[in-house]
DNA sequence: CGATACTTGACCAGAGTAGTAAGGTTTCCC
DNA sequence: GGGAAACCTTACTACTCTGGTCAAGTATCG
């Protein structure tokens, strides 16, 4: 399936500033960067959707940076994706605007719907705690080979 | 979730030979056009995937039209979209190569994965059967009102 | 004041999407 | 055999989304 960038390096941030959070000051996006391998003019804009969307919070001037707004095992894979994937609530199909009308096409729609539904669920379950637990965990295993 | 055209289409004109599979002849293509207001220009290409997808046959000439290659009970939205959507197996990144390599960029497609696949067990658990089915079930409530 | 660092808006190239157009080929039927 | 019906194929277009860059603005610390 589509993992797109904006919501993959949503979350590698994400996940760096919740290893983060320990220590209280705010993480700057060079250091965010430089952890994971991001484009720097890139992710200053997914940063700032996140801080529309409540996930971080910043602190601007010298010695600023980025925080979480909330504790790792309040935010979800989920949440970020909302808040970065363009929503795309499809306001007017334009075209396909009488297809929509038609039975079929409405029983097609719900049975889309319970699948993405699923898939929602599993992103539901899983926290920025539970991404920073399993990356230790494979890092603990990779140690004792 | 996103439910592109090419996929609902594809769907639309399943669930209609589907639904006309008991009558031996092949369905053409004005006729499901008509039947789930689809542009014909553009589902002569979505059929043609199908049938490179080994889901629909096609017979030509004259009286010539489009069948369902196997029984409808085992044709299921999965394989639907997996036979028109892009495959999009993103076979190189490009630029985000480098960010693969990280070992947070790796539990994160684990978490990724797990999620794709809850939504592809729910559309493999749907066949056209399925939704000739529902079809008819609505219509059934909707006349008892 | 000046350096650091977040904020904002404009911009761009490439890919994918939805759809159209037109000509070629196969088959049926008279 | 000659239409005509209907599928097959390639090409093209308009538009949007995506990934990413640039540059100027603003806030804060020292």
Do not use: Y
């Given at each position: 399936m589509k993992l797109n960038a904006r919501t993959e390096y949503a979350s590698l941030a994400a996940v760096e500033l919740a290893r983060r959070a320990s220590d209280g000051a705010p993480v700057g996006l060079r250091t965010i960067c430089d952890a994971q391998r991001v484009p720097a003019r890139f992710l200053v804009h997914i940063l700032l959707e996140l801080k529309r969307a409540g996930i971080v919070v910043s602190v601007r001037g010298a010695a600023g940076g980025y925080r979480l707004?909330?504790?790792?095992?309040?935010?979800t894979l989920q949440e970020l994706r909302a808040a970065v994937e363009?929503?795309?609530?499809?306001?007017t199909p334009l075209t396909s605007a009488l297809a929509g009308t038609s039975r079929d096409a409405a029983t097609l729609r719900d049975a889309w719907q319970a699948a993405a539904r699923a898939q929602a669920e599993i992103l539901e379950g899983i926290s920025l705690a539970d991404l920073v637990a399993r990356s230790r965990a494979t890092a603990e295993s990779m140690y004792y080979i």
């Open positions: 707004a909330r504790p790792p095992e309040s935010i363009g929503s795309s609530e499809t306001p």
